[in-house]
């Protein structure tokens, strides 16, 4: 199963693809059961996957910055 393709959520690249993988359903409507569209799927997958990973290390990232904060306390003494 793939995650929720509404385009807000995705990149433009990934985006053209959903929008290829789509019309290749459409125009292919039973063929596509015997993978006309698998090629347009599996690259759309990858992009999907390269986005999920980037987002994770950005979220790593934060939550460092964000434990050093924490630990280091408040700038000003109260």
């Known amino acids: 199963m793939h ?3 509404s385009p807000h959520l995705h990149t433009d690249e990934c985006n053209e693809l959903i929008t290829l993988l789509r019309q290749c359903h459409t125009e292919h409507n039973v063929m596509k059961f ?3 569209c698998n ?17 994770r ?3 790593k990232e934060h939550a460092k910055e964000m434990k050093k904060k924490l630990k280091d306390g408040p700038k000003e003494p109260f």
């Open 3 to 5: 995650p929720d393709l």
């Open 34 to 36: 015997f993978g006309t």
């Open 39 to 55: 090629d347009v799927d599996r690259v759309m997958r990858q992009c999907l996957k390269k986005e999920r990973l980037e987002k």
């Open 57 to 59: 290390e950005r979220s």
